[in-house]
């Protein structure tokens, strides 16, 4: 029985982690906590918005000579993001100066922030079973 409920457990973990992934907030909404979804939601993609909005879609190069860490933050984004750097990535947009640098330190902090609030998402969800569980 203890096995089973431990296999559950990872499982529902994994659940809140992938959907945090995906929709930012989600993992919270899934746990019930919709005014906290809604908040970092909005957060989140108003960030990555308004660097896309300063740099383009071109700060998100997953290709290109852009530093590995640029590269990593950026991901922890939502998957869309994957996707714009894939059209980047074939079309050869590329943006330079203050715009590009502004539009990138933008877009790795949603992408970080993100990171955060899938950790903590995982980490509440992990407490709520052990609760339910008595452990």
């Known amino acids: ?13 994994f659940v809140v982690g992938l959907l945090s992934w995906l929709i930012p907030g989600g993992g919270y909404f899934l746990l ?5 979804a809604a908040i970092i939601f909005v957060t989140i ?5 308004v660097g896309l909005y300063i740099g383009s879609v ?4 997953l290709v290109g000579p852009a530093a590995l860490y640029v590269k990593i933050a950026q991901v922890m984004n939502p ?6 750097g894939h059209h980047t990535a074939n079309t050869a947009y590329i943006v330079y100066g203050w715009p590009n640098e502004i539009g990138q330190i933008y ?3 949603s992408g970080l922030l993100n990171l955060l609030c899938i950790v903590n998402a995982v980490y509440l969800a992990h407490l709520r079973v052990l609760e339910r569980v008595g452990d």
């Open 32 to 36: 019930g906590e919709k005014k906290r």
């Open 58 to 61: 071109g700060v998100i190069n």
């Open 107 to 109: 877009t790795m902090t």
């Open 45 to 49: 993609i108003a960030t990555l918005c």
């Open 1 to 13: 029985m203890t096995e089973r409920i431990k296999e559950n457990h990872i499982v529902f973990l």
């Open 79 to 84: 998957p869309i993001v994957l996707m714009l």
